[in-house]
Nanobody
Framework: QVQLEESEGGSVQVGGSLRLSCRVSGFPWSSVWMGWFRQPPGREREGVAALFTGDGATFYADSVKGRFSISLNDLRNTLLLQMDSLKADDSAVYYC????????????????????WGQGTQVTVSS
């Protein structure tokens, strides 16, 4: 059974930085897509960043390109999201996802096709 345990989010001022982590376990697949979605208040869930563990390929939502960076730790058991130059619009609940088939994160964000979600963590950016 896939398990995803997200770190606590936090509050930061505009222009600041935060790093989210998601410890993953319980799946035997060596090459999968992993990524992050977020859901701002009153809005639908949206994709943020994704990484393919097979070759390290990554892609990002246009809104975070150049500011956010997704990576996997050396032990390959923790997904990281480094968020810099944060804006008020980045405030949301952030969710990590593991996608075995590619239907959810394979070069496109499709939240309705994701099966394995973290519990979510709140990020608040204030001015």
């Amino acid at each position: 059974q896939v398990q995803l345990e997200e770190s606590e989010g936090g509050s930061v001022q505009v222009g600041g930085s935060l790093r989210l982590s998601c410890r993953v376990s319980g799946f035997p697949w060596s090459s999968v897509w992993m990524g992050w979605f977020r859901q701002p208040p009153g809005r639908e869930r949206e994709g943020v960043a994704a990484l393919f563990t097979g070759d390290g390929a990554t892609f990002y939502a246009d809104s975070v390109k150049g500011r956010f960076s997704i990576s996997l730790n050396d032990l390959r058991n923790t997904l990281l999201l480094q968020m810099d130059s944060l804006k008020a619009d980045d405030s949301a609940v952030y969710y990590c996802v593991v996608d075995r088939t590619g239907d959810c994160l394979g070069w496109e964000f499709r939240a309705d096709r994701c099966d394995n979600w973290g519990q979510g963590t709140q990020v608040t950016v204030s001015s």
